[in-house]
């Protein structure tokens, strides 16, 4: 148990490190700075301005550093909000968030008794609900980059579903384990959640780039 107790105290402390930083930013008045006023319009306002206005700040920025001339185009300028980046960003958390449940489904962690009846009922149920999950956010993300936002929304909202059914599977876990597995589970559905509602606020598709056609001399 050992193996846990460490997993479990570095979860927690870069947990409330996260919520700490979140719910500090989302006191600053909506009309500070265009992150705040826009996430003030969204689900869990503080963990989007906390989390994902800082990960769509670094993204702009480095995007700045190396197009100077070009780069609000890709993701808005730094400071500035672009939805479409602000959802990407979101999906990004929520696949991270994703990625620790499913590790644990897999068995790729250590330190966890695998062969207790409530773990096993857990693993079995949702092992592979998770799997599927995680496929439908990253098809999510791709139809987000081509602009398919009811591809995006659609499939964003599945993968929700599927976690909220796990969620309720992992209900008999005790301690260390259900600690991990609900944070981990909550901050994927939270971060769909957010994704989901600015999708909502995007136009239905973006218009397709001309094709480009070949002159031959």
Not at 42 to 62: K, S
Not at 145 to 154: C, I, L, P, Q, W
Request: glycine share 8%; proline share 6%; aromatic share 4%.
């Amino acid at each position: 148990m050992a193996g846990t107790s460490s997993l479990l105290v570095l979860f927690l402390c870069a947990s409330a490190a996260l919520h700490q930083h979140a719910a500090g930013a989302a006191r600053v008045s909506p009309g500070a700075s265009p992150i705040v006023a826009t996430c003030m319009t969204g689900p869990y306002p503080e963990l989007c301005v906390g989390e994902l206005g800082q990960r769509l700040l670094d993204i702009q920025t480095a995007i700045a550093s190396a197009a100077p001339n070009g780069g609000a185009t890709i993701a808005g300028a730094p400071g500035q909000v672009d939805v479409k980046a602000l959802v990407a960003v979101a999906l990004q958390a929520a696949s991270e968030a994703g990625a620790v449940a499913a590790s644990i489904f897999e068995g790729k962690l250590p330190g966890f008794n695998t062969g207790v009846p409530d773990f096993r009922k857990c693993l079995g149920n949702c092992s592979v609900t998770m799997s599927s999950a995680m496929q439908k956010l990253h098809g999510a993300s791709a139809a987000l980059r081509s602009g398919n936002h009811d591809v995006a929304k659609t499939l964003a909202s599945r993968s929700l579903t599927d976690v909220s059914s796990c969620t309720v599977s992992c209900k008999d876990l005790n301690g260390d384990v259900r600690l991990i597995i609900a944070q981990s589970l909550t901050e994927f559905q939270k971060m769909l959640q957010i994704a989901i509602a600015f999708i909502n606020k995007m136009k239905t598709n973006e218009p397709m780039p001309p094709p480009v056609r070949e002159i031959t001399p």
